[in-house]
Structure formats: structure tokens, C-alpha cells
């Protein structure tokens, strides 16, 4: 499992937990201080990314899907910096499948 944690310029944490499948996300679990109204939405996050390839571009454009469809809003952080600490997490990751 990688782990990585990412300062947002100006912003806040924002931590990752990932899990990786030959070139996809296989699971990835997000904390950190940043704020996420309606807070749940980092469940739907998680759950999206889910398959996603290891690519910042499809990274940041499933996030602002997500966010879209569920009329949310980061607050301390952006779905680029939520890509980033992604990717982070990956290069860290020392069991991938």
C-alpha cells in the first residue's frame, strides 16, 4: 500500500492511502485537514476512483465529476492537488499486483 501526503499550496493535507492493480487504482482511502461540503462526498470519491488509470488528467477529471454530480465543493484543496497526492501514493507503493 502507498501512502503519501501532500501539502496544497496555500491549503491544507490532503493524505492518501492507495492500492494499486497493474496500472489502476485498486482501492484508495483520502484524510487530511482539507474540508469537503457535503463531507460523504469523499466516500463517492474514493468509490469512483476506483479503476481510474494512474494518469493525473483522468485522476483530476473523475474527482470534478464526482464533485459535480454530487454539487460539491473542496474547500483547502482542488481536485488537482487530490491527483497529485494520488500519484504520490503510487510511486510509494512497494506491493503492487
Known sequence: MGRS???VPGGKLVKVELAVSGQSIAHVRITGDFFLHPEDTILD???DLQGVPLDHGAIRSQVERTLEK???QFIGATPDALAR???MAASNDTEQE
Open 5 to 7: 501526503v501532500f501539502k
Open 45 to 47: 470519491i474514493e468509490r
Open 70 to 72: 454530487k454539487g460539491a
Open 85 to 87: 497526492a494520488v500519484l
